[in-house]
């Protein structure tokens, strides 16, 4: 009972000497890694530096406690810091007590939020987000975050809330661009992109082994940092209008509270849904992925209370709203972690650099926090998905569409609207008109095929309708019209034999439009028949008068269904043509 509400009672019972060096050994990769992330994505939420690093320290060990996926790494991440910068933008200025309040606050409405989800079992209200516009929005989300970095790279002031609004205060000012913070800018940037893919084998080329190579090149970041502050010191930079992240506070998290006031939560508590529901299918997507590469599994329910847990303590110790990162998972995963007390390790080892490691920080370039996040978040910037969906499903593509757009003129809390709202219309749409199609029994066998793809045998008299979807309030309407309409074209048809092997349910308004079939039918001479009727949707069937008023039976089988009736007609079966396939006789 212990192990499934606090997974910890789980692995931690077979925790040994080997699983704890893999796990110390993860947690000092990931912690080089995080540093500057945690650094650059609190820049990127508008929130002071250190502030990524306080959310980087308990939210972790809580999730190493709660969660259940063995490698996830909990922490501030690109999306997320975006939607709080929105959120907590909307209520208060950047660089205000009442910013960092917001941002507090955010965090602990998400983490309650999601506790309550997981208490709930309402993991399933993940999916609501469908593949297409969680692509569509993270396409988005990197494009704003990267445009919003730009300006730091150039050295110069721009804001907007927008993608087109960034581009024109770029555009104005882009005149005044600093020579000397693009010159370390690009230079970070381009450094950074050539450690993605060309430092392990330069390493490995100089005689490093190919596991330490790709170890290494993951410190990637960390080299940029120190290269860029001895740049800095060097050369004076500060003094030629380079903006330096400047003095950061040391010493642990403080304990923070978050505000109680009604008016600000009545603000944020939908931006925090939208953050947690995000956040929420960003991190059980990756943790589903790295689980099933080692045979392992997740709970959702309980990743949305070790979320929800991880969130509440990032609020109590002054961060922001934090979930898993792809990035950092995949390096834990890479460096072998065996243990969520890989991260509890990791978050003694930022600890331990915001008590030592701050005032090192100081020179540190702003625009290298800059190039750091355009580097990460470009990476989610899929520009072939959109191609796929269009190739595979229009009704998809516009989703994915709709969703990337209103994102970038609109922001990203009307994205995230819109991609769910246009994915519910879609789907609505797509379920009021479902698949359904004349069968005929394919020769020499039992089956029963589309007469517009397949050559099979039918009878004048009889017309059989496969139908391909559950009959719904959205779809019984459309159901009797069809069927209604297909009999008015065939006048020789004296029997209707529905094939419901697809029809998973029936509700009220199905079977009011299935008896209403039947009465039709039944006026002009018509026998109504079903087969293949599943035992459930039987079940309902039979609490109701339906099956009495049926001028017509109900069959195992379609085959069983077309031979009865087929004796009934007293004429053989005939092979459609290509002319009677296309309705034409």
């Not at 947690?276 to 299918?281: C, H, K, Q, R, Y």
């Not at 990032?314 to 072998?336: E, H, K, L, M, Q």
């Not at 517009?452 to 009797?480: C, G, K, M, Q």
Request: proline share 5%.
């Amino acid at each position: 009972m212990l192990a499934r509400y606090l997974p910890i009672f789980e692995w931690g019972r077979t925790y040994d000497r080997k699983v704890l060096s893999n796990d110390l050994m993860a947690a000092v990769i990931v912690t080089i890694m995080l540093i500057p992330q945690s650094l650059a994505y609190a820049l990127l939420a508008g929130l002071p530096p250190v502030v990524g690093l306080y959310a980087s320290i308990l939210p972790l060990v809580l999730y190493a406690i709660f969660g259940t996926s063995r490698t996830l790494a909990v922490g501030p991440v690109a999306v997320i810091s975006l939607m709080t910068a929105s959120a907590a933008g909307a209520v208060a200025d950047q660089g205000t007590a009442q910013y960092l309040e917001a941002a507090v606050t955010l965090a602990m409405l998400s983490g309650v939020m999601l506790v309550i989800l997981g208490l709930l079992r309402a993991g399933f209200l993940a999916n609501l987000l469908s593949h297409p516009v969680i692509s569509g929005f993270i396409t988005a989300s990197g494009i704003l975050i990267a445009t919003s970095q730009l300006k730091h790279i150039l050295g110069v002031s721009a804001g907007g809330d927008n993608w087109p609004e960034m581009l024109g205060a770029l555009a104005g000012v882009i005149t005044q661009t600093n020579v000397w913070t693009f010159g370390i800018g690009i230079s970070a940037t381009l450094f950074l992109f050539w450690v993605r893919k060309g430092a392990k084998p330069a390493l490995q080329a100089i005689g490093l082994p190919e596991r330490a190579a790709e170890m290494t090149a993951k410190a990637g970041p960390v080299a940029a940092v120190a290269l860029t502050i001895l740049a800095v010191l060097a050369f004076d930079l500060d003094q030629r209008g380079v903006n330096l992240v400047g003095a950061i506070p040391q010493g642990l998290p403080p304990f923070a509270v978050p505000s109680t006031d009604i008016a600000l939560i009545e603000k944020l508590w939908v931006p925090a849904l939208l953050i947690s529901i995000i956040g929420f299918v960003e991190s059980v997507s990756v943790a589903q992925t790295l689980a099933a590469k080692r045979r392992q599994r997740i709970a959702p329910d309980q990743e949305l209370v070790g979320l929800g847990a991880a969130n509440i303590a990032s609020a109590f110790s002054g961060g922001y709203p934090v979930t898993g990162g792809f990035a950092r998972s995949a390096v834990n995963f890479d460096a072998g972690a065996q243990t969520p007390a890989a991260g509890a390790f990791t978050a003694v080892g930022i600890a331990l650099a915001t008590l030592f490691l701050t005032p090192l920080l100081f020179s540190l370039p702003i625009a290298t926090l800059a190039a750091t996040i355009i580097v990460a978040v470009l990476s989610l910037v899929d520009l072939k998905t959109p191609i796929r969906l269009w190739r595979y499903s229009k009704a998809d593509f516009a989703a994915h569409i709709a969703t990337t757009a209103v994102t970038l003129i609109a922001g990203v809390e009307l994205g995230v609207i819109a991609g769910v709202a246009v994915g519910l219309l879609l789907y609505l749409w797509r379920a009021s008109r479902p698949h359904a199609a004349i069968v005929g029994r394919v020769p020499e066998t039992e089956h029963f095929r589309n007469v517009e793809r397949h050559e099979v045998f039918t009878l004048p008299h009889v017309l059989s309708i496969r139908i391909d979807e559950a009959l719904t309030y959205l779809n019984a309407r459309w159901l009797e019209e069809y069927v209604l309409e297909q009999v008015a074209d065939r006048p020789p048809v004296r029997h209707v034999i529905l094939m419901c092997s697809a029809v998973n349910e029936v509700d009220a308004s199905g079977l009011e439009s299935l008896e209403a079939i039947n009465h039709r039918l039944g006026d002009g001479g018509i026998g109504l028949h079903l087969s293949e009727v599943k035992g459930p949707v039987m079940d309902r069937i039979k609490r109701t008068h339906f099956l009495e008023e049926l001028n017509g039976k109900v069959f195992l089988s379609q085959d069983r269904a077309f031979a009865e009736v087929a004796k009934d007609t007293g004429e053989p079966p005939e092979p459609v043509d290509h002319y009677m396939a296309r309705g034409l006789i």
